[in-house]
């Protein structure tokens, strides 16, 4: 198969950040692919910025290194990387003072794709947008991409909105939710919208319920101190299994063109009914092993913060009416997997009898690890024996379909910046949905606050608590699997 990789225009690519963790471990190596794919034109810039005291000689070095680290031994041919590093920059900014500000107006050329990644803390998002605007380093072909969180709630995102449209149209600004950027996402839409076999079953009608699970094996090590401020809900459920959901949810767009799907996605969110509370369950991790309970690994020991959460959600519109959607996310759970199952309702009539067992028609699209999407279809066993049903998966999975190229699917970030790069917001929030996204959060939050609700516990390395498999029991379902 012929490899299509679209070139993008000249670019200058300002990653404010550039030393951070963040830059190091997804960016720059993303940046990197995207070079080694032919992507990154040979005039084209990327330009670190950060606090640290370093020249472009050193910043090299640090890229080197955060190569090294991140990418195999094989995916990084020596030729390939000090290519890449002809055409990296690097300027010293305090992003709060005016040090290097002059410098870095000056480096920016004319007349090409100016993009400023702000892979910094929140707090410094507003002083950025200021000084690029006050140092005259925007302009009409400039856009900002922001990080998430974006605000802790509905008054912090509104304020930020405001702070960047102060300076940006919101035809620049570019809010990453990197959950969009992956390849079975947009395969997703391709599935739903490019065929005529999936839409006229994408309904109440025919789909029972929706689970929607983002299990990470990982706790908060580390990050302790920030992640008890958040909690599972405002850290993955208000934007990327919210953005998942509207993902199946949504009506077909017009066109595949930015406003035309986040106009639809909108609508969903607007469309959420706030669950009661006893379809949430909130939890947190707990262990025999001293240092490895969630209590443990924050400073508050009587802290409440969940780790985990699960939902029972309801999109209230003619195509949802009756369907639960059931959203779970947690950290130190049995794997780390994450998929979106559809599962569709019985056959209206079983000819082979209920002796042969319940089988149901499931779309399973996976997300990590092993990115892919299977449709289980209920067929009769082989062999002799009579008739027996078995369901086996049709395996939609890039790298069998594909060849080899299905095998090499581009990481979030890289399809995300060079997203970026071509002026396309398609797979970027829009403001009014991450205001809309914040106005369904906060009551929830502020629920569970106001009655003190505790959260149940769930042992490490299992599927969270007993609560989250007895919402789903309690209706005859259950979910899925976190494999391994
Ligand atoms: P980090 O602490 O590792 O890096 C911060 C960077 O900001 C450094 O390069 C530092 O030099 C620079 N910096 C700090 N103060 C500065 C100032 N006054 N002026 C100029 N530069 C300054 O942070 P990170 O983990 O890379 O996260 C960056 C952003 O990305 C944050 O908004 C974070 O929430 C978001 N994010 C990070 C991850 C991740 O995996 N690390 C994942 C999702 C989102």
């Not at 690994?297 to 780790?307: A, C, G, L, M, Y």
């Not at 003619?318 to 599962?343: C, D, M, N, Q």
Request: glycine fraction near 8%; charge should be negative; include cysteine.
């Amino acid at each position: 198969m012929v490899s299509r990789v679209i070139p993008v225009d000249d670019f200058d690519l300002v990653i404010f950040g550039g030393t951070g963790d963040l830059a190091r471990r997804k960016i720059l190596p993303g940046l990197f692919r995207r070079f080694q794919a032919g992507q990154m034109p040979e005039s084209a810039r990327i330009i670190g910025a950060a606090r640290s005291d370093l020249d472009s000689t050193g910043y090299r070095k640090d890229v080197a290194n955060a190569l090294k680290e991140f990418l195999p031994e094989t995916a990084r041919p020596k030729g390939d990387v000090k290519a890449f590093l002809k055409q990296i920059e690097y300027i010293a900014i305090d992003a709060t003072g005016d040090g290097g500000w002059k410098e870095l107006s000056s480096l920016l050329r004319d007349d090409i794709v100016r993009a400023f990644y702000f892979s910094v803390a929140p707090s410094l998002f507003g002083a950025l947008a200021e000084r690029l605007h006050g140092y005259q380093c925007s302009g009409p072909a400039c856009r900002i991409v922001v990080e998430k969180p974006f605000g802790r709630d509905l008054e912090s995102a509104r304020a930020l909105n405001k702070t960047l449209r102060d300076h940006f149209d919101e035809s620049q600004i570019y809010r990453i939710d990197h959950y969009l950027g992956k390849e079975t996402v947009q395969y997703l839409m391709a599935v739903r919208f490019g065929n005529v076999l999936f839409e006229p079953l994408w309904n109440a009608q025919y789909i029972d319920h929706v689970q929607i699970t983002v299990a990470e094996s990982v706790g908060v090590n580390g990050r302790g101190a920030y992640y008890d401020r958040s909690g599972a809900m405002r850290d993955m459920v208000q934007n990327h299994l919210m953005q998942l959901l509207c993902l199946i949810a949504m009506e077909p767009p017009s066109r595949f063109d930015p406003d035309a799907v986040r106009d639809e996605k909108l609508k969903v969110i607007r469309a959420l009914e706030s669950p009661e509370p006893s379809d949430i369950v909130r939890g947190q991790y707990v262990s025999a092993s001293e240092g490895e309970s969630y209590l443990d690994q924050v400073e508050d020991p009587s802290s409440r913060t969940e780790s985990f959460i699960a939902l029972k959600l309801r999109v209230s519109n003619w195509r949802w009416a009756g369907v639960p959607f059931y959203l779970r996310t947690g950290k130190r759970l049995k794997a780390r997997h994450s998929e979106i199952a559809v599962v569709f309702k019985d056959a209206p009539h079983s000819i082979f009898g209920q002796a042969l067992g319940r089988h149901r028609n499931v779309l399973a699209i996976r997300l990590q690890p092993n990115e892919g999407m299977d449709l289980l279809v209920t067929i009769k066993e082989p062999g002799p024996g009579g008739m027996r049903l078995v369901d086996v998966p049709l395996d939609m999975t890039f790298a069998d379909a594909l060849g080899p190229e299905g095998d090499d699917v581009p990481d979030a970030y890289e399809r995300l910046i060079m997203d970026v790069i071509r002026g396309d917001q398609t797979l970027f929030m829009r403001g009014d949905e991450v205001e809309a996204a914040w106005a369904w959060t906060d009551p929830l939050i502020k629920g569970w606050k106001d009655r003190g609700d505790k959260p149940a516990t769930y042992d490490v390395g299992s599927t969270g608590p007993e609560d989250a498999a007895v919402m789903l029991h309690s209706e005859g379902r259950r979910w899925r699997d976190i494999a391994s």
